[in-house]
């Protein structure tokens, strides 16, 4: 196979213009290699409302180098670059199949990289786009030199180099006969347990459910009519959920209003629900109430699995990167592109390989105060999860720390895998899990005996947490794993904007901790800092109702806080409480704070308690030292 053009993805915008108009670059003279090039920046926000090639005028046109953007529209193509090189984790954050979509459509054929991103890589294996991790192979497409497909295949596992032959999972298919692998003898832990009880044929696993939102659906629509024709049925449709979730706010975001967005995504809503009733799938729509707008919809996709479907032992797999939400409730839950959740709704099946099983056992007890969304943040900003050790690996949350936490807390853990690096992640379920069930549902859940690890399971590693050394965390702009101590941080930035919602902090425990400081602001005499929005948005109906019973709704709004209906919003730059100017700088309490995808400002990530606290005082700031400040004279 012959390549034409490389691209060096390095750390100096001028060196990347130039390779753009023509320069050819060997490896030293590119310099050094940008690491962590997540999917946002592949596939920028303007260009996710499209589902076919056209995404190829957008690709890379968010990849930032020296806080610059080189990488016009277009100019992929235009430099006809075959071959993109870059460093670690390439294709980190979102499960957007976008990304290789682009790629391939801008006329790219290999990307080399020093590791990969797992949904990333596999969601190319899927297209046929290829991948590879030998950089021994830069130099050698640099003197023009041929590579064959077993050198490009080299250290892949067979079912993925199986893939890549055949062009692409669908032309794959469903994985080849055989019956499926005989249990291993030895303790296990709950993963693979659970796998092991959906194992089908090899390298395959059945599916007990499958969801998908709308920036996804028209992709998999035209993939599946594209392959099969018009008279294709899905496999038990019974058990897929579909949801109109993340642009219910279009109409009120400036980029997408801006930039002419609006009619396409209606497209993609259209799309979306052209399937759904195509099908007659269950969906999750926009607020019953209207049509989008301030109206919201329903809820976040993963949010909803995680309150009304899913159940301990379950195999769930869904089109988004925090699918892994649910496994809170003690099943495997994670996520997959589109071209997987095509196969999967034609076949039941999804492709899960053999990853290893990392524990996180937190011993003792978190302080008053600090939260899941603190722990996590320390987790991301340890050295060992910094250099990948959690990469493509399944978290399981355990200890006295862990099993003291609610639903809803344990949900902030498992859904921030997807920050991690991880697979999945999942906490053993017990009386907290049958609890949440019972009342959130009305189910009598019990747990069998098999629903835990083994005592010596394999685990791969065990990372033991001292919880009593976990304080209030934040992680500044650009990366959820550039975490500190907030005591640490001695220049405390001014904020524009505070923003509380998303999957991660739109649950009911999420909003109970806004409420605990903002009631407190308002019994004494405090609001809303002078020059500070704060945007709270529930992350499902079913949440905004649990505030409205509990009484907190009147405390919100007397404070100042501007209360936002159900949508992933402000974590996608789709709606009220993202920047819209690079000198803006917020502090939310969303996953991932990657350049450009909460706007163009500075983005630090904390906990619903410090978002609300910085609200109140105007700067980053923690309960613990809202409380601690002198008294303000009344607002």
Known sequence: MNFGRILFLCTDPERVRAQLAGRELDRAAAGALRD????????????????????????????????????????????GIEVLVAGKRY????????????????????????????????????????TSTDLGLVPRLLRGEALTQDELLAGRDPQAAAILRAGGLLAYGSGPDGDAPRPAP????????????????????????????????????????????????????????CFEDHHAYVERSPVH??????????????????????????????????????????????????????????????????????GALGCVAFGVGTTDMANAFMTGAVRAGAPEVLRIEVDGALAPGVSAKD????????????????????FEFGGAAVRALDIDERATLTNMVAELGGFTGLVE??????????????????????MRSDEGAPYAEVMRIDASAVSTMVARPGDPGLGLPLRELAERPRLDIAYGGSCTAGKREDFAQYHAVLDWALRHGQRVAPGVALYLQFGTEDVRRHCEAQGWLPTFEAVG???????????????????????????????????????????????????AASAIAGRLLSFDELRARPPVAAV
Not at 275 to 287: C, E, I, N, P, Y
Not at 563 to 590: E, K, R
């Open 91 to 130: 294709g980190k954050g979102s499960s957007r199949e976008h990304s290789p979509l682009a790629e391939l459509s801008a006329g790219v054929r290999l990307v080399i990289a020093e590791s990969f991103e797992r949904i990333y890589r596999q969601n190319a294996d899927n297209l046929g786009l290829f």
């Open 429 to 450: 379920p017990d009386e907290v899990t049958v609890q949440f069930l019972r009342e959130r549902r009305g189910i009598d859940f019990r747990i069998e005996p098999w």
């Open 375 to 394: 722990l996590v943040l320390h987790l991301l900003a340890l050295p060992a999860i910094r250099a990948g050790a959690g990469v493509g690996r399944v």
């Open 186 to 241: 030895g303790p296990k832990t709950l993963f693979h347990k659970i796998v092991e009880r959906h194992a089908l044929k090899p390298g395959f696993v059945r599916v007990d459910r499958r969801f998908i939102h709308e920036i996804y659906t028209g992709m998999c629509a035209q993939l599946l009519q594209q392959r099969f024709g018009d008279g294709y049925a899905l496999h038990d449709p019974a058990s897929i959920v």
């Open 561 to 611: 806080a501007q209360l936002l209906q159900p949508a992933c919003g402000a974590c996608m730059n789709c709606g009220p409480g993202a920047s819209t100017d690079a000198a803006q700088v917020t502090v939310s309490a969303v996953n991932r704070n990657f350049p450009g995808r909460n706007g163009p400002g500075q983005v630090w990530l904390a906990s619903p308690a410090t978002v």
């Open 36 to 79: 962590e090039i997540s999917t946002d920046e592949i596939t920028p926000l303007p260009s996710v409302v499209h589902f076919d090639a056209t995404l190829g005028r957008h690709a890379h046109t968010g990849f930032t180098a020296g806080g610059e953007r080189p990488i016009a529209r277009d100019a992929l193509r235009a430099a």
């Open 257 to 326: 209003v801006a930039n002419g967005l609006v009619a396409s995504v209606h497209k993609l809503a259209q799309a979306h629900r052209d399937f759904v009733a195509r099908h007659g799938l269950t969906d999750h729509g926009l607020a019953a109430d209207g049509a989008g707008g301030d109206l919201g919809a329903e809820g976040i996709s993963h949010a909803l699995m995680a309150e009304r479907y899913a159940l301990p032992g379950e195999l769930i797999v869904g089109t988004d990167s925090h699918t892994p939400h649910s």
